[in-house]
């Protein structure tokens, strides 16, 4: 049998507890102390391996990156997730949603209006200083990708009060539990492939 690499499996339990804790206390309620203790563990020797929270967290949003990269995915058709096919993808189901109001638009267009959407949506969840409220700033956002779509006022009215009244905190909880297994999944997968080696 094999010999497992202490150090890798001390660095895959600590991450696990870890992960486990910032997922269910959140960032600011969970400490590196929390961690060691839990592990039954001292502090020094968690710090030795990731000498900060900070060090855990970025862990943490790797795989929230990872996942979200998986499940952009999920959706494409081929399953490559780039850029490039994430935007052709994009100018495809805009042209689906919205081809009606743009009937006379060539593919090139739909891929041209996207690249405004794209920095309209960025522009949208950026802050700075004192800030335009959320949903002021998201309603504005949507009035103009609709707009650059050739919607009229009166369907963007209705189309804006069916977005807020979407229930997003069960959207939210939803795709936070699939974030929270995916977690434990990578977790046990990588306890798997440290007992294979």
């Known amino acids: 049998m094999a010999r497992i690499d202490k150090g890798a499996l001390t660095k895959l339990e600590i991450i696990t507890e870890a992960t486990k804790q910032f997922l269910e206390k959140g960032y600011t309620n ?6 060691a203790k839990a592990l039954d563990m001292s502090q020094g020797n968690l710090t030795f391996h990731y000498p900060t929270k900070e060090h855990l967290l970025a862990i943490l949003v790797d795989k929230l990156c990872d996942f979200q990269w ?33 009937p006379d638009w060539t593919d090139e267009q739909f891929a041209e209006a996207e690249i405004l959407v794209s920095g309209i949506e960025y522009a949208t969840l950026m802050t700075a200083g004192d800030p335009v409220p959320l ?36 959207l939210g ?18 306890f798997q492939a440290l007992i294979k080696r």
């Open 30 to 35: 969970t400490s590196a102390n929390a961690v």
């Open 173 to 190: 909880k939803r795709v936070l539990d699939e974030f929270k297994q995916y977690v434990t999944d990578a977790n046990d997968e990588a």
């Open 70 to 102: 998986k499940r952009m995915e999920q959706e494409a058709n081929d399953g490559i997730s780039s850029l490039d096919i994430i935007r052709k993808n994009d100018a495809k189901r805009a042209k689906e949603v919205f081809g009606s109001y743009r």
């Open 135 to 170: 949903e002021t700033r998201i309603a504005g956002a949507l009035n103009n990708i609709l707009g650059i779509y050739g919607v009229s006022e009166e369907t963007r009215q209705i189309k804006l009060q069916k977005v807020f009244a979407m229930d997003y905190i069960t």
